[in-house]
């Protein structure tokens, strides 16, 4: 839904008023404003717009919507969501690469009286093994690492994949760039993301990390909060990474 213009006014000037401190705080020059300029129009051109913005960005306007669901725990998109990823039933597709683990995903939906929530929409992507996402790098095909489940009559899911990595913002494109100039790492944790969604509740989008992993306490994105990260368990020898949510009425 877009803004009512009063709305939208005030959110654009306190943006530019920000970013107007900003500019005379540092005193940014001239030449440095106009390379900025340059360098997001160049960024702009190679379609990082979405990355970018969802890097600085996306973890605010999920901590707005925190503020007032009592539902799960909103967590940020980012930028490689499909919405035309496949149905799946129980297993997603994957590239059989050598270092592929086995993973398995499955949990729970309800409503926030705890009852569960029969045909929702369990709709889960992720990296392959080598942190990339299908649809959008590699000409790897959209329907691998993604996929649609439907909740069962105990609002259960349950599929089968391969464990995700933690992925790099590609440092030969201008994000990453950024992030290296800046000093900074270009890494996020390695994470599993959902969006689940039934007629009638608001839509939770989250993401999910492993306890102990590699950049969890120093995500790129400032996206991990504590009741995001996850200790996988093992059943029948396979890691299980367990998530159930909680559907507040829309
Ligand atoms: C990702 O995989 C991601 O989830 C986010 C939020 C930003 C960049 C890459
Ligand atoms: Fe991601």
């Known amino acids: 839904m877009p803004m009512e213009s009063e709305q939208l006014e005030a959110v654009v000037m306190d943006i530019v008023a920000g970013i107007r401190d900003a500019i005379i705080k540092h005193h940014v020059t001239v030449d440095q404003y106009r390379f900025a300029v340059d360098y997001l129009g160049r960024l702009a051109d190679a379609r990082e717009l979405p990355l970018l913005l969802d890097v600085f960005l996306n973890v605010a306007a999920v901590d707005a919507e925190n503020e007032v669901t009592k ?10 969501y499909r919405e035309d990823a496949p149905a799946v039933t129980d297993r997603l597709k994957t590239l059989d690469h050598d270092n592929e ?6 949990g729970q939906v309800r409503d ?3 009852s ?3 045909g929702a929409e369990v709709d889960i992507w992720h990296s392959t093994p080598t942190g990339k996402y299908s ?3 590699d000409n790897i095909p959209v329907d691998y690492y993604r996929g649609k489940l ?3 009559s105990e609002g259960a899911y349950r599929v089968a994949t391969t464990a995700p990595v933690p992925y790099q913002i590609p440092n030969q494109g201008y994000t990453g760039a950024l992030l290296e100039a800046m000093g900074r790492h270009s890494w996020r944790p390695a994470h599993v993301h959902f ?6 509740f608001k839509t939770v989008t989250t993401q999910v990390y492993f306890e102990g992993g590699q950049w969890v306490d120093s995500d790129c994105c400032s996206g991990v909060r504590d009741d995001l990260v996850r200790r996988t368990t093992q059943e029948d020898g396979v ?12």
């Open 135 to 137: 649809g959008f790098h």
């Open 195 to 200: 969006k689940v969604r039934k007629p009638g």
């Open 116 to 118: 569960v929530l029969p």
């Open 150 to 152: 439907t909740s069962d």
């Open 101 to 106: 683990r086995p993973l398995v995903v499955r």
């Open 239 to 250: 890691d299980t990474l367990t998530v159930d949510f909680v559907l507040d009425r829309a």
């Open 71 to 80: 539902g799960s725990p909103q967590a940020i998109q980012g930028p490689y």
């Open 112 to 114: 926030i009286d705890g």
